[in-house]
């Protein structure tokens, strides 16, 4: 056990450095981006799935729940909401920036999280367009709800540092563990012995509205203990603490479990179809 603590905490300290560096770039985004971003989504009307999954993907970590308010005040389609969580990343980018993942391969991810997250939202606001009505008016409650990006940007960043770090560590324990106990073997035989199962675990863990959901997919897929298909069902549902708010600030909560529910099939589906397709980036 104390070699595996041991394991654990240097493998974490290892790419302390790159984490810090990916999440001060991301910080600088969000601070000079972020106010511009929202109201390019609320003024875009019918093309808000296509613009919203765009902006979506960009590391601003409190734009899909300044996304949600504007949708619980109605001024913002339930299209353009899904298209901006399935492209959200959450925190999957500084952690494969930290892993040493090329570049290229990151954009092929997020460039296939945005392609599902336009073309579910648009299906989604065809479907449902005659039922949606929107205001006009902006009212934001993200002042309430905002994760305090709003301080200086030092510490902004060694804020998200330690606790991503944290969540790695936590991780990375964890699959230490049950790899010396079960065995490497083993694990990846839970995961991705069956095509179906996979995506389906996945997009579940997903759902947890807690960057720890997509620290531990992006962990599990980087490690080799998961199939593609099954990380991205995962990173599809994944928009960090979005859906808590979304419970929070829209009081129809039926509406809520369909959003919910709508998020957890796509997320299913994607990866039960890359899967079988053989898709791997």
């Known amino acids: ?15 302390l450095p790159f984490l810090f560096v990916a999440f001060y770039i991301m910080e600088y985004i969000e601070h000079k981006f972020s106010d511009k971003s929202k109201e390019l989504v609320v003024k875009s009307g019918r093309f808000g799935p296509i613009l919203g999954a765009i902006l ?17 005040t109605r001024i913002m389609t339930v299209g353009t909401l899904i298209s901006i969580y399935l492209s959200t990343s959450d925190e999957m980018l500084p952690i494969m920036l930290s892993h040493g993942v090329e570049v290229g391969t990151i954009v092929k991810i997020i460039g296939l999280k945005v392609l599902i997250g336009m073309v579910c939202g648009i299906v989604i606001d065809f479907i449902l367009r005659k039922k949606q009505k929107l205001d006009e008016q902006i009212h934001d409650f993200c002042d309430d709800e905002h994760c305090g990006c709003e301080h200086s940007l030092l510490l902004s960043t060694i804020k998200h540092t330690l606790n991503i770090l944290l969540f790695i560590f936590i991780t990375t324990f964890i699959l230490n563990v049950v790899m010396h106990y079960l065995g490497e073997d083993e694990l990846r035989n839970l995961f991705m012995h069956d095509k179906f199962f996979g995506p389906i675990l996945g997009s579940l863990i997903g ?9 531990i997919i992006t962990e599990l897929y980087l490690s ?7 990380a991205m069902a995962g990173l599809l549902t994944g928009s960090g603490v979005a859906l808590l708010v979304l419970f929070k600030t829209n009081k129809k909560f039926k509406e809520n479990l369909y959003i919910l529910l709508c998020l957890y099939l796509i997320g299913v589906s994607a990866g039960v179809l890359l899967d079988f397709l053989g898709i791997v980036i």
């Not at 899909?64 to 949708?71: D, E, G, M, R, W």
């Not at 759902?207 to 620290?215: E, F, H, M, R, Y």
């Not at 080799?224 to 099954?230: A, E, K, V, Y």
């Open 207 to 215: 759902l947890i509205p807690n960057c720890g959901a997509s620290v």
């Open 56 to 72: 979506g993907a960009f590391p601003q970590c409190g734009f899909s729940v300044a996304t949600t308010n504007f949708y619980a």
């Open 1 to 15: 056990m104390l070699d595996i603590i041991v394991d654990t905490i240097l493998d974490s300290l290892k790419i």
């Open 224 to 230: 080799g203990n998961i199939t593609f298909g099954s």
